[in-house]
């Protein structure tokens, strides 16, 4: 190279046009840039040598100027079909030659960028650029038009994001909302984050991290400001499938012409009965009632009637499924996620007040002491007389109506039942009970509820009529999901004769209670106090209840059992691993809904009570909050006693996060 050579080389991979100044050392030059400055050039760092003029590093400037209007890439695919079909190579300078029909610096030069630049129609090997095969051009271009759409749709989804964010009305395609879903995967999966979000994130200038995606979503509006993470991480479903909505509207149409043939044909008739159904108000779903038959000789025979569901469904069919696949309906604060259908949960399978609903009636007649004396168990017809609230049966047991000595005399043999139970060792546990509600998606309201004598009522009859479904199916060998607990080790009753009575007593006791079971062996369930136990009272809400129903009501017709052991053990293994799954959405969304309320009350001051230790030596106890029936984990930095009462604010609170931390309140 001599001195006022044009030369292009690479500057931190970037591309730069100098003139060659002087040697340096053996094998380097140096070659001045359009701005003056020098580099040291090796020769085998050279990409393309422009020859045929002579140089000054001031003159680069208008070189380029030249050459910029003949870098036209279309002038290329033309060189390119005229080269394919002999497959001919070509340098710059031949295709300078070609499509400008001169061999200047400046065609020259605009030839070597056209073939360095281009990625579709040349391939460079050595010092030539040999013509791409069609096929293989034909696939170059079919992948740029992919990645340019691919282009442009992120720039659209980038607009409207933008739109979304500024309170704009957005449609959302397939593929956008696709997108979006990684952002739903980051937040419901933190610990492993799909690379898509963190990119829609660093995109906006946004932390990448699972509260920023989730700050996201709900500025987006695709998630309310409360949504439930809980619900969305498990694998309960929140709608149905339009298969099992088909079937249950076939169902209420064949019902309204009188087209359904219900399966227990001969129902014992006990529409004469007076049958109270006793629920809370907000109660929906009626799938129990009592009633009292008077016998000879002073006794009565209880009656517990249970909605009938079974009549509508068949084992394996949709609406079983479903109801399997969902274990149990799901009862938050915002509201409850059936496990039917409400058009079939709250119409024909429930007792409705003045209707005439089929049943499953248990008729129960208990000895003097509370025992179970005798019992039967029908397909019945029965018509609901009174739609009551708990509160409503209060009144009625503490003013002694007249009229009402059905109601009275059952509250009597409830008191029986519960005195038999204790008896027969029965641990009997009352600790207070929140009942948080949500209104208008922010109004949080908490009840505490109170074991009135109405509940207790219900609460044994319950219990009665699942002792009596225990017995029956274990004299007649019929595998149902038998509830079990086993007997617990209690504190010794001078060691629990020191703690406060009250809800610190049976926190301790609750403490020791072993969970219950579920099986196909009847064994002792050792809190309620019976020998045999199975639930059967809410077979609408539970589907441990309507697998048992399934079996009775199949003995009952003389047919054979729609589900034999080995699938019924299946069944319940399943179900009861799903109702666990609900169990703790319930619990977390009631936990979330409830420092939600602590936000809206900020600055009040609570009523705590020292419940019991969780680690003494680090003062960590667990407290409740008497007027809501809350308990939290409390740290102590002075000495306590358990029953000890406090007065307790609210420190910091973050529902996102799970955390709530209280401290004593000082008065002045």
Not at 294 to 303: E, I, M, S, T, V
Not at 332 to 349: N, Q, R, W
Not at 568 to 578: D, G, K, N, R
Request: proline share 6%; net charge negative; hydrophobic share 35%.
């Amino acid at each position: 190279m001599e001195k006022g050579t044009l030369v292009e080389f690479k500057v931190n991979g970037d591309r730069r046009l100098g003139v060659i100044e002087k040697p340096e050392g053996k094998k380097d030059w140096i070659a001045i840039d359009e701005n003056g400055n020098s580099h040291k050039v090796r020769p085998q760092k050279v990409d393309f040598l422009v020859e045929g003029e002579s140089f000054k590093y001031t003159d680069i400037p208008r070189f380029v100027k030249e050459v910029t209007p003949h870098l036209d890439a279309s002038s290329l695919e033309i060189a390119w079909e005229l080269l394919i079909e002999e497959a001919t190579p070509v340098t710059p300078a031949e295709l300078a030659t070609l499509i400008f029909e001169e061999e200047t610096p400046v065609f020259c030069y605009a030839a070597h960028l056209l073939l360095s630049d281009d990625k579709i129609y040349f391939k460079k090997k050595g010092d030539i650029y040999e013509p791409r095969p069609q096929t293989q051009v034909e696939e170059i271009k079919h992948q740029i038009e992919i990645e340019a759409q691919k282009k442009l749709e992120k720039e659209i989804f980038a607009q409207k994001i933008q739109q979304a964010l500024s309170g704009e009305k957005v449609d959302w395609q397939d593929s956008e909302l696709t997108r979006l879903n990684f952002l739903e995967k980051y937040v419901l999966q933190p610990e492993n984050p799909p690379k898509q979000a963190l990119d829609i994130l660093e995109s906006l200038g946004k932390q990448k991290t699972p509260e920023s995606a989730l700050q996201l979503l709900i500025d987006l509006q695709l998630w309310s400001k409360h949504e439930n993470i809980f619900l969305r991480r498990s694998s309960y479903p929140n709608d149905f499938p339009q298969q099992v909505y088909e079937v249950a509207h076939s169902i209420l149409d064949r019902i309204s012409t009188n087209e359904f043939i219900d399966k227990d044909s001969q129902r014992l008739d006990l529409t004469h009965h007076k049958i109270y159904t006793i629920d809370d108000e907000s109660t929906t779903e009626i799938d129990d009632g009592i009633s009292l038959e008077f016998l000879d000789n002073g006794l009565a025979r209880l009656w517990i009637h249970i909605a009938d569901p079974t009549r509508l469904i068949n084992p394996d069919d949709p609406l079983d499924l479903e109801a399997r696949r969902r274990s149990t309906s799901l009862y938050l604060p915002t509201g409850m996620v059936p496990m039917f259908p409400s058009e079939l949960a709250t119409g024909p399978m429930s007792l409705v007040q003045g209707q005439i609903c089929p049943a499953l009636s248990f008729g129960v007649v208990l000895d003097e002491e509370g025992a179970v004396k005798d019992y039967e168990i029908h397909s019945t017809l029965v018509k609901p007389t009174y739609r009551l609230t708990y509160h409503d049966v209060d009144e009625m047991l503490t003013l002694n109506i007249q009229g009402e000595e059905e109601i009275i005399r059952i509250a009597q043999e409830a008191k029986k039942r519960e005195q038999w139970r204790k008896n027969n060792g029965s641990v009997m546990i009352s600790m207070p009970e929140a009942i948080i509600k949500v209104k208008n998606e922010e109004e949080v309201s908490i009840e505490l509820l109170e074991m009135s004598r109405s509940r207790l009522v219900v609460a044994e009859m319950m219990i009665l009529a699942g002792e009596v479904a225990g017995k029956y199916c274990q004299e007649h060998n019929i595998p149902v999901p038998f509830r079990g607990q086993p007997q617990p080790e209690l504190p010794p009753e001078e060691e629990l004769i020191l703690l406060p009575p009250g809800p610190v007593r049976s926190c301790a006791l609750r403490r020791c209670m072993p969970k219950s079971e579920t099986g196909l062996t009847p064994s002792r369930h050792a809190s309620l106090g019976l020998e045999t136990y199975t639930q059967v009272t809410s077979p609408i809400r539970r589907y441990t209840d309507l697998l048992s129903h399934f079996q009775i009501k199949a003995h009952l017709r003389g047919e054979e059992l729609p589900f034999e052991r080995d699938q019924m053990q299946q069944i319940i293994y399943e179900v009861v691993s799903t109702s666990s799954e609900a169990s703790f959405v319930e619990r977390q969304t009631n936990r979330y809904w409830s420092l939600q309320y602590f936000l809206q009350h900020s600055g009040e001051v609570w009523h705590g009570l020292v419940l019991r230790w969780l680690r003494e030596d680090d003062g960590l106890a667990l407290i409740l909050l008497e007027e809501l029936g809350l308990e939290f984990a409390h740290r102590f930095d002075r000495n306590v006693k358990l029953g000890e009462q406090l007065q307790l604010e609210v420190s910091f609170c973050d529902p996102q996060r799970d955390e709530i931390r209280f401290r004593e309140a000082v008065f002045n």
